[in-house]
């Protein structure tokens, strides 16, 4: 079996895997995930007891973890979870990194 060697991080510190486009990246760049109730809450501040699941603040790695289940088989729990409360927070987060950005120069 031949395994395919990945470029290694630029960073240092922990690195771990989108649940959605399943890309390697630093724990810094990506939001935690944990199950509360049958619901998936967002951890920002990485503090809430329990199993994670990472993922890119970014909604089509969310529809991307969704549209594979990938977050039952990564947090481990049996049947369907609610993803209200992730979905909001990331369309928030991305609502606020595009009003941050400059608008575009015209030329």
Same mark, same amino acid.
């Given at each position: 079996?031949?395994r395919?060697?990945?470029?290694?991080?630029l960073?240092?510190?922990?690195?771990?895997?989108?649940?959605?486009?399943?890309?390697?990246?630093? %724990?810094?760049?990506l !939001?935690? +995930?944990?199950? *509360?109730d049958?619901?998936?809450?967002?951890?920002? &501040?990485?503090?809430? @007891?329990g199993?994670?699941?990472?993922?890119?603040? %970014?909604?089509a790695? !969310?529809r +991307?973890?969704? *549209?594979?289940?990938?977050?039952?088989?990564?947090? &481990?729990?049996q049947? @369907?979870?609610?993803?209200?409360?992730l979905?909001?927070?990331?369309?928030?987060?991305?609502l606020?990194?595009?009003?941050?950005?400059?608008?575009?120069?015209d030329?």
């Open positions: 079996m031949v395919r060697q990945e470029p290694a991080p960073t240092t510190g922990p690195v771990r895997t989108c649940v959605g486009c399943r890309a390697r990246a630093s %724990d810094s760049e !939001l935690r +995930a944990v199950v *509360r049958e619901t998936v809450v967002p951890d920002p &501040r990485r503090r809430l @007891p199993r994670g699941a990472w993922l890119h603040p %970014d909604p790695c !969310l +991307a973890a969704e *549209r594979r289940r990938a977050f039952p088989r990564a947090l &481990r729990v049947g @369907p979870l609610d993803l209200a409360v979905t909001a927070h990331v369309e928030s987060v991305q606020g990194k595009t009003s941050q950005e400059p608008p575009a120069a030329e």
